[in-house]
């Protein structure tokens, strides 16, 4: 049993090893933008999450054979009216669920790191700006009463521009999301948008519990996150997907009172 949780132990440190060397590269390399340098960084990325999958998948299985040998014990132990181990066996098995848990969450960061990594450049179209949120907000309005949040759209009529749909859709659902998760207790969210300058405003307002200042310069870093469960991905998706587009996106925030967050897309994207 001792050397199954040394075994435990050493692979959760080699995943955590690689972790911190992808994030080193990804930063060294986040001032690149050549579609080679991205290629190369997209490559790296999957082989080091190849990495990481194998010591999980053998921490998995393991987990699940000495779960299999536990559950065979406790059914001797209960045949053989033998009670007092079973207080050892129950406490090995809440331990083994806990690390069980935690191989679900370091799945759920690589899988998130993942789709940052295969975000591919914009394949833009012409789009109707104003009607793709509007699909947008009809799609998560519903949720948002569950959660006793009113939804205010104000939104006027803007030119056609040539956007990656998909990829557009995806910032401003995680920048949704997000908001909506800062207001537990229900609250406002406000979409605007307006032409100003030859630019697009698209802002994202809520009234939730809003973020200091020092963590605003922050939270577009990859894996910063100012949530207990957040993998720290989702804003930087936001921020490359704006960036792919010529845009660019800026918070402000006052905690108590909320946070918006404020695309800015050129008219003039080639296409």
Not at 44 to 61: C, F, K, Q, V, Y
């Amino acid at each position: 049993m001792r050397q199954l949780w040394w075994f435990i132990l050493c692979e959760i440190i080699s995943i955590f090893g690689v972790f911190i060397i992808t994030y080193y590269i990804t930063k060294r390399n986040k001032q690149r933008n050549s579609a080679n340098d991205v290629n190369n960084m997209s490559l790296l990325i999957h082989g080091l999450a190849h990495e990481i999958r194998n010591p999980l998948n053998t921490m998995d299985s393991n987990l699940q054979l000495l779960e299999e040998d536990l559950e065979f014990v406790r059914g001797q132990n209960r045949a053989q009216q033998i009670t007092e181990p079973q207080i050892e066996v129950t406490q090995i098995f809440d331990k083994l669920k806990r690390v069980r848990s935690e191989i679900e969450n370091l799945d759920q960061i690589l899988r998130a790191f993942l789709r940052y990594a295969d975000l591919a450049k914009p394949q833009v179209e012409k789009c109707d700006l104003k009607l793709l949120i509007e699909e947008e907000l009809n799609f998560i309005e519903p949720e948002a009463q569950r959660q006793g949040i009113t939804l205010i759209r104000k939104l006027e009529p803007l030119p056609e521009v040539w956007v990656d749909t998909s990829q557009l859709k995806q910032a401003l659902l995680n920048l949704i999301i997000n908001a909506n998760q800062a207001m537990e207790k229900g609250g406002t969210l406000t979409i605007t948008t307006k032409l100003i300058n030859e630019q697009i405003r698209i802002d994202v307002k809520d009234t939730g519990s809003g973020i200091p200042p020092e963590r605003q310069e922050k939270i577009f870093d990859l894996f910063y996150s100012t949530k207990e469960e957040g993998t720290g991905v989702g804003l930087a998706i936001v921020k490359r997907v704006i960036e792919g587009h010529g845009g660019k996106i800026t918070v402000s925030s006052e905690v108590g009172k909320g946070t918006t967050f404020s695309i800015f897309l050129p008219l003039n994207l080639p296409h």
